[in-house]
């Protein structure tokens, strides 16, 4: 639970969290987002800042969303808490379930996909088409996998 006055990315596991996602990612794409010289402090800052979405789940049976960055949460009309309690799955419609399926399937199994696209919806029930996405396996520091992450820059509603 977030302190008064306290942002997501201020939080202690979140900010171990932000590390996980961006060296995960680095470790996929083989760049990174950020200077990973920086504290952590200023990169779970920077990512939860960043002009584009980012968002992520566990390994629960029925995922559940452990991370959104600022304009996530805005995308989707959520707060942090809101946000962190629910499944990623709703996320999605019926109709678009198969082929999010299939997607988080060729992720656990590659590593990494890139370039995909989808249909979301808000908590309003909004629907955005998300383009060029990557979706990559966050792996712990151990490098055992922990959950999924999806970073895309464009979106619009539909």
């Not at 083989?30 to 800042?49: K, R, V, W, Y």
């Not at 490098?143 to 999924?148: N, P, W």
Request: glycine content about 6%.
């Amino acid at each position: 639970m977030l302190q008064a006055n306290q942002n997501p990315w201020q939080q202690e596991a979140i900010i171990i969290h932000s590390q996980r996602l961006l060296h995960s990612y680095q470790h996929w794409m083989g760049e990174s987002l950020f200077d990973l010289s920086a504290s952590p402090e200023e990169i779970a800052q920077n990512l939860f800042d960043a002009p584009f979405i980012v968002v992520s789940h566990g390994t629960e049976p029925d995922p559940i969303f452990n991370y959104g960055n600022s304009r996530a949460l805005e995308l989707w009309e959520l707060s942090w808490e809101d946000f962190t309690k629910m499944p990623s799955r709703q996320s999605v419609r019926d109709v678009e379930i198969a082929d999010r399926e299939k997607l988080l399937h060729e992720a656990a199994t590659t590593g990494i996909v890139k370039n995909s696209s989808g249909i979301r919806y808000s908590s309003s029930g909004k629907r955005f088409h998300i383009e060029n996405i990557i979706l990559w396996n966050v792996l712990d520091e151990s490098g055992q996998y922990c959950g999924q992450a999806a970073m895309y820059w464009k979106w619009k509603y539909v």
